[in-house]
Structure formats: structure tokens, C-alpha cells
């Protein structure tokens, strides 16, 4: 079986439509969206008169997406600072969004972890389990330190 893999090149209207239909079901960093005009055929020039487009709507704003991106990852995933970082870092947003929306996310990690944790060992303070555990929450972004001392308090309630 053969695929087509020339691909044809979208006029400025195409280009328009794919990313309006893009954004129709969920929210694009501008990178991604040129991005995925770019995968799509879609001509520089094309992609930046969309854009501008988009921005002058409202349907692209870098800042407010990440503002809501870090919020979303911190209070659905659940997940650590540096992790949400680097997932903005990702979505090609600048350093100066990325800092404001995690500014924005202000509450004490350790608060966050702690039930986390809890649950995560549920109890069982064995090595084994507890290197699981740490680096489990170190893939989610949170800090070693953060992270050893919410099983220290943890191991020290449950000795009581």
C-alpha cells in the first residue's frame, strides 16, 4: 500500500479555517499553532497574517494560556513546579509567562505533597517503597527535599 506523501500547500483561507478548527477544541500557544500550520502546507507568510488574526480576536493570547495551563497542570495533575515549567517551556511559551503563571500558582508545594505522599505509600515505609515514591514525585516536578520531608513527617505521625 502506497501513501501520498507530497502534501499540498494551503491557501491563506485553508490555513485560516484548519486553525480556527484547531483552537475550536482547545487552546494553542502560537507555537503550536505555526506548528501545526506548518505540518498542514500552510505558507510563512500565510501563517502570520493567521496569527495576527487570531490575536487581534482574542483566539491566541500566549499569556493568558499559560496562566491557565500552569493552573490546570497544578490543581488537576497535580503536578510539581519544575514539572509545569518545563511543560510550558514545551508549548513554546516565553520565560516571562512562564514565571508570571507560576508566581500565580503561590500555595506551599509541601501542602500540596503531603496527601499526596500519604497516599502514595499508604503506609508501608519500606526502602524499596519509599525510593518508588521519591521518584515518582520527582518526575512530577517536585523537589527532593520537598519530597523527603513530607515522608519524614509522615513516618514520624505514623511511629506515634
Same mark, same amino acid.
Given at each position: 500500500?502506497?501513501?501520498?506523501?507530497?502534501?499540498?500547500?494551503?491557501?491563506?483561507?485553508?490555513?485560516?479555517?484548519?486553525?480556527?478548527?484547531?483552537?475550536?477544541?482547545?487552546?494553542?500557544?502560537?507555537?503550536?499553532?505555526?506548528?501545526? +500550520?506548518?505540518?498542514? #502546507?500552510?505558507? $510563512? =507568510?500565510? &501563517? @502570520? *497574517?493567521?496569527?495576527?488574526?487570531?490575536?487581534?480576536?482574542?483566539?491566541?493570547?500566549?499569556?493568558?494560556?499559560?496562566?491557565?495551563?500552569?493552573?490546570?497542570?497544578?490543581?488537576?495533575?497535580?503536578?510539581?513546579?519544575?514539572?509545569?515549567?518545563?511543560? +510550558?517551556?514545551?508549548? #513554546?511559551?516565553? $520565560? =516571562?509567562? &512562564? @514565571? *508570571?503563571?507560576?508566581?500565580?500558582?503561590?500555595?506551599?508545594?509541601?501542602?500540596?505533597?503531603?496527601?499526596?505522599?500519604?497516599?502514595?505509600?499508604?503506609?508501608?515505609?519500606?526502602?524499596?517503597?519509599?525510593?518508588?515514591?521519591?521518584?515518582?514525585?520527582?518526575?512530577?516536578?517536585? #523537589?527532593?527535599?520537598?519530597?523527603?520531608?513530607?515522608?519524614?513527617?509522615?513516618?514520624?505521625?505514623?511511629?506515634?
Amino acid at each position: 500500500m502506497r501513501y501520498n506523501t507530497e502534501q499540498r500547500e494551503l491557501s491563506f483561507d485553508e490555513a485560516k479555517d484548519k486553525a480556527l478548527r484547531l483552537l475550536e477544541f482547545r487552546a494553542h500557544s502560537e507555537r503550536e499553532l505555526t506548528d501545526k +500550520l506548518r505540518r498542514a #502546507g500552510a505558507k $510563512a =507568510e500565510d &501563517i @502570520e *497574517e493567521v496569527l495576527d488574526f487570531c490575536r487581534n480576536y482574542g483566539f491566541v493570547n500566549d499569556r493568558a494560556y499559560a496562566l491557565k495551563k500552569a493552573r490546570d497542570l497544578k490543581n488537576l495533575k497535580r503536578w510539581g513546579i519544575k514539572r509545569i515549567k518545563s511543560e +510550558l517551556y514545551a508549548k #513554546g511559551l516565553s $520565560a =516571562e509567562y &512562564i @514565571e *508570571e503563571a507560576v508566581a500565580g500558582l503561590d500555595d506551599d508545594e509541601r501542602d500540596t505533597l503531603l496527601p499526596l505522599v500519604e497516599k502514595k505509600l499508604g503506609g508501608n515505609f519500606e526502602k524499596k517503597n519509599v525510593d518508588k515514591c521519591i521518584r515518582y514525585f520527582i518526575y512530577r516536578g517536585y #523537589g527532593f527535599s520537598d519530597i523527603k520531608s513530607c515522608i519524614e513527617n509522615l513516618k514520624t505521625e505514623y511511629e506515634e
